[in-house]
Every structure is written in structure tokens, then in C-alpha cells.
């Protein structure tokens, strides 16, 4: 597989066929990305069960923090990596051992041997992505800037000091 682009299909259908996910590297720290991106998920209907040895015994979102993906008692439909790029050696191999069919790494993290051998045992791999960013663009979420709020404006309105609420960002001038 090209792991410079994936198709926007092979996305699609990965992020369809998903229903369980571990989150490998999970926080309870509401700043740091994974926490975001597993309230994201979470509210798009995935389950998404965090994994950290640090956090065990803890719930983050609700869900029950697992040290291992060979803890998690539930069939695991997508390893979605929040670790480096070496870590991500170590959890491939358990991924593999317990059977989840995708691996998915992080923006940044890519390990090419991990995904030689993930594939060879007929696991998809995606790397250097985010499945929260790629669910929000291929359901046209996103804007160029990677969000769409709907209320950031330059512009103020006729009362004091009020911005002016659009339809979130586009590359039209206004």
C-alpha cells in the first residue's frame, strides 16, 4: 500500500465498518489531543475505549481506561495510535496478536516495518493521519482551516465590538 495517500474510499469504508475503537495513548487531560479527539469520535457514535497503563482504574469520558489491548474485553474494530512512532512497534504487534483489523496512527506517527508486518497478517494500516480530522473532511465538516465553527469573523457588527456570526469559513472574500 501507498502510505503517502490513502483513497478517500479506503477511509470512508474504514471509518464505516468502525463501531469500536481503542485509543492507544488516551488522556484525561482535556488540552491534549487525544482527549479531544475521543469526545469527537465518541459524539459521531463510536465507542472509544482508552488505553494507559498510567491511567488504569480511571474513566476518561466515561469509559473505563485499559492498560493493554489484550485487556480490553470487547472485539476491537480499529488501533487508533496516539504514541510515537516507536511505541507504535510494540502496540502493532499486540494489535495483531488480538485481531483488530485496522491500525491507525497518528499525525506524525509512522512506523513502516510495524506496518509491513501488520499488513502481512492482513491488517489495514493507515499512518500519519487523524481519524477525527478525516471523518470531519470526508462529511464535510471541515473547512480549508480544519474547523467550522461557524462564529470567527474579522468582521464586527453594527453593534460595539460584536462579531459578525457566517457560515463558518470559506475561500471567498466577504
Known sequence: MDHERYPDSLLRQILQDTRIIAMVGSSDNWVRPSFFAMKYL???????????????????????VYASLKDV??????????RNSEAADAITDEAIEIGAPVIW????????????????????????RCPKIEYGRLNAELSWSGI?????????SKKAG?????????????
Not at 105 to 128: P, S, W, Y
Not at 148 to 156: A, C, E, H, L, T
Not at 162 to 174: D, E, I, L, T
Request: aromatic share 4%; glycine share 10%.
Open 42 to 64: 465518541q459524539a459521531k457514535g463510536y465507542r472509544v475505549i482508552p488505553v494507559n497503563p498510567r491511567a488504569l482504574g480511571q474513566d476518561i469520558l466515561g469509559e473505563k
Open 73 to 82: 474485553p470487547e472485539k476491537i474494530d480499529m488501533v487508533d495510535i496516539f
Open 105 to 128: 496512527m497518528q499525525l506524525g506517527v509512522r512506523n513502516d516495518a510495524a506496518a509491513a508486518r501488520a499488513e502481512a497478517a492482513g491488517l489495514t494500516v493507515i499512518m500519519n
Open 148 to 156: 467550522n465553527s461557524g462564529v470567527i469573523s474579522s468582521k464586527r
Open 162 to 174: 460584536a462579531p459578525v456570526r457566517r457560515g463558518g469559513f470559506s475561500s471567498r472574500r466577504h
